[in-house]
């Protein structure tokens, strides 16, 4: 056998090699991303057609132009060639989301943590996400303050994963919970799954949830903001606002802020114990910093709230937002205390487990069995 033709046999094998992969490629880039739109029903999983993100009232999706078709064949074909000629290099996903299904029908049921771990088979270790297909625009860890929920917890697990996905998000989800002693602090909750959820991953933005409010919409976009954001714009416990807000400096129950920004502010205060005022504080801390708060519209921003029994209001909510401004600057992010009992890398979450102490409202971070880490924070 001449040299010539084990060279074109060995040519040959190669030719076809790379067109097999070529076919494998594009079967997998063409399919549809199968993110489950979950209905009333815990069994009817369905996949929804794409839509185009709007800004304005209408509440309908448009139906896709032919133009948005050839730009959605575009990607798929731009993710081929990344594929072939960029070393196995993932293109970064579209700057409009494909998958999006607008306003949702979000499931009530209450599932075992197993089952809803068998509904989303592709999460990783403390409920961790990313696209398969492309590479992610958005690095965001998504905080959520927890005490005695656990009922909201599973319904709000069972539904805000499959929007996460829906929006082609890197994303991890911290479920932060206070221990039974003292009164509820919703702030320091949230800067503590600031702090924490750093130490694994780079996060550049960060979404501050309250675990009772499930999304509507699913245009309603979980991604970094230029500025500051509130996304829970419209509850239907007030009636979806009736088309306007209540007064126009709320900020309350969803909040998204990049990395930068909630450094700047230095975080929520963590002086409000109980019911009510932390949120108005940190609007505060916006305007004391010249930035901006932003909104979608309220068709797109709804919310619907689980029902719960309310909190103890905290008797000097008002005086501390009236003084806030005296403490802005130590009062928040760099003067955490807290003992940080447990953290576990569940299937649909990262359980942070903490103690604070309400006597307590200075000084730095705590650890039960390691050193203030207040500078650590400081140095990073």
Known sequence: MSMDHVFRVLL???????????????????????????????????????????????????????????????????????WLFGRGELPLCPAVPPYLVGPLDNSYSLLSYARLADLYPSLEPGGLWRPQNCSARHRVALVVPYRDRDDHLRIFLHNIHAFLQRQQIDYGIYVVEQSPRGNFNRGMLFNIGFIESLRFADYDCFVFHDVD????????????????????????????????????????????????????????????????????????????????????????????????????????????????????????????????????????FTWIYVDIDESILSGGTKNEDGPSQTQEFAER
């Not at 009333?40 to 999983?45: N, Q, R, Y």
């Not at 002086?271 to 930035?291: A, P, S, T, V």
Request: hydrophobic share 40%; proline share 6%; net charge positive.
């Open 213 to 348: 409010l499930l999304p509507e919409d699913d245009r309603n976009l979980y991604w970094c903001p230029v500025m500051p954001r509130h996304l829970s714009a419209a509850v239907d416990t007030l009636f979806y606002n009736l088309c306007r807000l209540p007064y126009a400096t709320l900020f309350g129950g969803v909040e998204a802020f990049t990395r930068d920004h909630f450094e700047l502010i230095n975080g929520f205060s963590n002086r409000f114990f109980g019911w009510g005022g932390e949120d108005d504080d940190l609007y505060q801390r916006l305007i004391f910093h010249k930035l901006n708060l932003t909104r979608y519209p309220l068709s797109i921003a709804r919310y619907r709230m689980l029902r719960h029994l309310k909190m103890n209001p905290n008797p000097r909510r008002l005086d501390l937002v009236q003084k806030g401004p005296e403490r802005f600057e130590q009062d928040g992010l760099n003067s955490l205390r807290y003992v940080l009992r447990s953290i576990e890398r569940r299937k649909l």
């Open 12 to 82: 040959s094998a190669l030719a076809a090699l790379l067109l097999f992969q070529l076919f494998v490629y594009v079967i997998i880039a063409t399919r549809r991303t199968k993110t489950p739109k979950i209905y009333a029903s815990d069994d009817d999983v369905t996949f929804a057609p794409a839509g185009r993100v709007v800004t304005g009232p209408n509440r309908r999706l448009p139906k896709k132009t032919a133009a948005e078709g050839e730009a959605g064949e575009g990607w798929r074909i731009g993710a081929l060639l990344g």
